[in-house]
């Protein structure tokens, strides 16, 4: 029917196979909203926690369609708005969040106008749809960080996909950048994606590496017990950037906050990252030029959305995964 599109949507937290297809209202743009016909859509780990009720679960209405990256085409939208039908556009939308019912792993999505961004024109559905949410995750950790030209920055997980981003914009920064990788992703985060250094973590401390030659700003995916060991590879007045994730302790954020304000220590922030076209038109525009590209992982058909989940939860992805919502696009 012309008013329902495909989805992705879970009533009930559990495992993979609580996500099923259905058929699901199709979106009504409000005032200042652009219609989307959705051609693929990133997965992130923020998609599976939500899933799994590990993050906001009270908050969480069902059923609930997960994901927030898109990339597609314009369908429709207001008259007076710089996007027309038929256009390539792709965004990072409030459907990651969890207090937000409809996400992006459906057919379509009515994102705001001023979250929109045009990509690459040689960049696929399938790579524009897998930037937005960690392109932009880096960069406003960066940001945030303060990181510039010359600088020494440890980027943690650089094989991730908040990291393999991360590593690349620091670098076009100017940045001298090192990250930590495990032994199959040594190579790919030097020679692939431009670490000047890489720290096998499994064989060696990044503490004990560090030590004698500290950083000006960590940026951590991770968090947990990485935070706590992050800071004895500071310089005293240099800055720690964690990215928010369901390990974070509020307690553990007051005292950073608290320190950093006090002079007691490296400065201390947190990266919750929102939607922002403008952002991503300049991570765009930096593709464009070749200073960043989309590692792909694995593609899926939006059909195997729990594949895709339970391959992402394994933790070994190189890049980035991807559903596939138009098949062939």
Do not use: C
């Amino acid at each position: 029917m012309a008013d329902e599109m495909e989805a992705i949507v879970f009533d009930t937290f559990g495992p993979p196979s609580v996500l099923k297809l259905v058929q699901y209202p199709k979106p009504r743009p409000r005032k200042g909203e652009v219609l989307v016909k959705i051609h693929a859509a990133g997965v992130n780990p923020v998609d599976y926690k939500i899933r799994k009720g590990e993050m906001m679960k009270f908050i969480i209405s069902k059923p609930k369609i997960p994901g927030g990256d898109l990339s597609g085409v314009v369908e429709n939208a207001p008259a007076e708005s710089k996007w027309n039908p038929g256009q390539k556009v792709f965004a990072l939308t409030k459907g990651f969040q969890p207090w937000n019912k409809d996400g992006t792993y459906a057919g379509y999505y009515a994102v705001k106008e001023e979250d929109l961004a045009a990509p690459p024109a040689t960049m696929s559905f399938d790579e524009a749809g897998a930037m937005p949410l960690a392109a932009l995750t880096a960069f406003q950790s960066l940001e945030a960080a303060g990181v510039k030209e010359g600088q020494r920055v440890l980027i943690h997980a650089g094989a991730g996909g908040v990291g393999t981003f991360a590593i690349q914009l620091a670098k076009a920064r100017g940045a001298h950048v090192i990250t930590t990788a495990g032994p199959r992703n040594l190579e790919f985060v030097t020679k692939e994606l431009g670490a000047d250094e890489v720290i096998e973590y499994t064989t060696q401390r990044f503490e004990d590496v560090l030590k004698s030659n500290p950083v000006d700003a960590v940026i951590d995916p991770v968090g947990g017990p990485v935070e706590t060991r992050s800071y004895a590879v500071l310089k005293r007045r240099g800055h720690y950037q964690l990215i928010l994730n369901e390990k974070t302790s509020p307690i553990r954020i007051v005292t950073g906050v608290a320190k950093g304000l006090l002079r007691m220590g490296p400065t201390y922030g947190i990266t919750a990252v929102s939607p922002n076209g403008a952002q991503l038109q300049k991570i765009s525009d930096m593709a464009a030029d070749g200073k960043v590209k989309v590692i792909l992982d694995r593609t899926y058909p939006l059909v195997d959305a729990p594949a895709a989940h339970e391959y992402l939860e394994q933790g070994h992805a190189r890049g980035k995964v991807v559903l596939k919502v138009v098949e062939g696009s």
